[in-house]
């Protein structure tokens, strides 16, 4: 399980960017304003958002990869900022920045993270091969990942990430430019994993795609401007904006200023 309560973090542009009678103010963007969410064991939980809503920022935290200005996250207890390793230790993550090492096959990539997380050399190769089974890319395992297409990096890249068989994932618009088959073998592997037959994960992911997080998400957190502002089933979300279409519901959740201002 993930728990983040008041998630925030702003980051600071140079002192110069911004000038005042003739005097440089520093000035701070509010990535993240004011961020709550929980994520249950066997489930997918979506955090929706347009760009720049604060999605990414708030999984790079919940990574340790930046430190929040406030707020608290823990993984199945685990305090993130007190006790990172730990909690590190029981996510697997899939960034936006795939970060494959290109001169290394699929199986290096997979195997040389299962290393880092203190698994055997063998340990790693079995685990790569189950997890090319379980993504259907036994075919790339050889292959050096220069040249893979989005489809085969995501694959190779969400292995990698599921490598130590973490109890948490977590996903960075996972399917983003991923073609309809990719993207539908991504969905039933992500199912798969939260099911009981899978280990019944905790999955996190992000996403501005309405039709994606409508057809995969158990509960959905939908973001606007750095802040939580709803969250609930599709089906919930629908009925608190009195809409029958989901994209009509998230816009009227996620652009309500935007839409009082206009009226």
């Known amino acids: 399980m993930i728990q983040i309560e008041n998630l925030a973090k702003r980051f600071a542009l140079p002192a110069n960017t911004f000038k005042l009678s003739g005097r440089s103010h520093a000035k701070f963007v509010h ?12 489930h997918i939980t979506g955090l929706l958002g347009s760009n ?3 999605k990414t920022t708030t999984l790079r935290m919940l990574a340790g990869l930046i430190s929040p200005d406030a707020g608290r996250m823990t993984v199945d207890g685990i305090d993130v900022a007190q006790r990172p390793r730990e909690a590190l230790a029981r996510m697997g993550v899939l960034s936006d920045a795939r970060g494959l090492y290109p001169r290394l096959s699929a199986r290096e990539n997979i195997v040389y993270y299962a290393r880092l997380h203190g698994m055997d050399r063998d340990a790693a190769h079995a685990r790569a091969e189950t997890l090319a089974v379980t993504l259907d890319m036994r075919a790339l395992l050889e292959r050096r990942t220069d040249g893979f297409s989005q489809g ?32 539908r073998a991504l969905r039933e592997s992500l199912r798969q994993l939260c099911s ?48 029958t279409d989901f994209e009509e519901a998230f816009v009227k959740l996620a652009f309500a200023k935007e839409l009082g201002a206009a009226a």
Not at 31 to 42: C, E, F, P, T, Y
Not at 211 to 240: F, I, K, P
Request: glycine share 10%; net charge negative; with cysteine.
């Open 52 to 54: 720049g809503a604060g």
């Open 152 to 183: 085969e990096r995501v694959k190779t890249a969400l292995a990698r990430a599921l490598v130590h068989d973490p109890a948490n994932i977590i996903l960075d618009e996972p399917t983003n430019g991923l073609d309809v088959l990719a993207t």
């Open 31 to 42: 990535a993240v304003r004011s961020v709550s969410l929980q994520a249950r064991d066997g």
């Open 196 to 243: 009981a037959a899978g280990g019944g994960k905790c999955i996190v992911l992000s996403s501005h795609i309405m039709q994606e997080v409508e057809r995969l998400c158990d509960e959905v957190v939908v973001m606007a401007h750095g802040r939580t502002v709803a969250v609930g089933s599709v089906q919930s979300l629908c009925a608190r904006t009195g809409e």
